[in-house]
């Protein structure tokens, strides 16, 4: 008896949504399994100093959500499964199991009698979901289609070049400064040098939610445009979808242009990606695909 349904836990940003949903999506067409949404993250994302809403909607996704009674039934208490897990080696709840690490990730592969599978976590690489592309593909599609931003004709007509400068959060809020940092000045430029080399005539476009910083930080060529962030309903859904109709990507350690670049049709793209991810030099579990250029992140 394979479960009926895997619940998605999504919490975070953009980008993190669409790795969450890609694995969970992924996961549950291995089961045969339908899938339902948790988004109890977003009651109190909205409240805090760096919010984030719900924003798969964008793609045209419509997922059931999961009433709150059916997420406490799925997801378990927190220290109920660990004591499990310590005492008897797995989650023994009689028909629910949440999976949270590569280990119950790679368990769930014989579920055996179970009615449901709780996914928590970020699940931040490619190969969560490496025999489901073409779905995942699917899935997120829409973006490209979806702005008005007169910019996207010149982008789809040059060897444009996206270059993201993530700042943020990641310069003011404490506990995520600690694993992520901004990437150098010297990291970009590298990149672009890298790109020069390889693209005769391209132009860089410059996304960042930090414009200002970045036009005085960074040594750009001369054909470069800086984009505003327009970041109005805190997604940035709008920019991803200049960004995704690049041609070639200098993305920062941040899941938002790593999407952009991962979902770029083009087998000619050249993507330039910051090494290491984290600012603790910790193991990136696989977030930078085989095939994407890793240049230093910092000096």
């Known amino acids: 008896m394979t479960p009926e349904t895997v619940m998605i836990r999504i919490a975070g940003g953009l980008g993190n949504q669409m790795f969450q949903y890609a694995a969970g999506k992924a996961l549950a067409a291995r089961l045969g399994a339908e899938t339902k ?9 909205m409240d805090s100093k760096a919010p ?18 059916e997420v406490e039934r799925f997801k378990g208490d927190r220290r109920v499964v660990r004591l499990s897990r310590l005492f008897f080696g797995k989650d023994v ?21 179970l009615s449901g599978l709780y996914l928590d976590g970020y699940w931040q690489s490619e190969d969560y979901f490496s025999d489901h592309m073409d ?3 699917r899935y997120f599609s829409v973006a490209e289609a979806t702005t008005n931003d007169g ?21 003011s809020n404490p506990a995520i ?31 960042s939610d930090d414009p200002d910083w970045a036009k005085a930080n960074l040594r750009m060529p001369s054909n470069t445009e800086y984009v505003s962030s327009g970041i109005s309903d805190n997604d940035g859904f709008a920019d991803f979808c200049l960004m995704r109709s690049c041609s070639h990507f200098v993305i920062s350690n941040s ?39 890793k240049i230093r992140a910092r000096a």
């Not at 709840?93 to 009698?113: F, H, K, M, N, V």
């Not at 430029?189 to 132009?203: H, M, P, Q, T, W």
Request: net charge positive; glycine share 6%.
């Open 37 to 45: 949404l948790d988004t109890s993250w977003f009651d109190q994302a």
């Open 52 to 69: 984030r809403s719900y924003a798969l909607w964008r793609f045209g996704l419509h997922d059931p959500i999961a009433a709150p009674a």
């Open 93 to 113: 709840r009689p028909r629910y199991r949440r999976i949270d690490s590569r280990e119950t990730l790679a368990a769930s592969a014989s579920p055996g009698r």
């Open 135 to 137: 779905a995942v593909h």
């Open 151 to 171: 910019r996207l004709e010149e982008i789809r007509r040059v060897d444009s070049v996206a270059l993201h400068v993530r700042r943020g959060d990641y310069e």
């Open 177 to 207: 400064k600690a694993r992520y940092s901004v990437c150098s000045p010297a990291y970009y430029e590298s990149a672009v040098a890298v790109l020069e080399k390889r693209i005769d005539g391209a132009k860089f476009f410059v996304f």
């Open 255 to 293: 899941t938002f242009s790593w999407w952009a670049a991962w979902l770029r049709e083009n087998p000619d793209k050249i993507i330039c990606a910051p090494d290491p991810w984290f600012r603790d030099g910790k193991d990136d579990g696989g977030i930078v695909p085989r095939g994407w250029i």
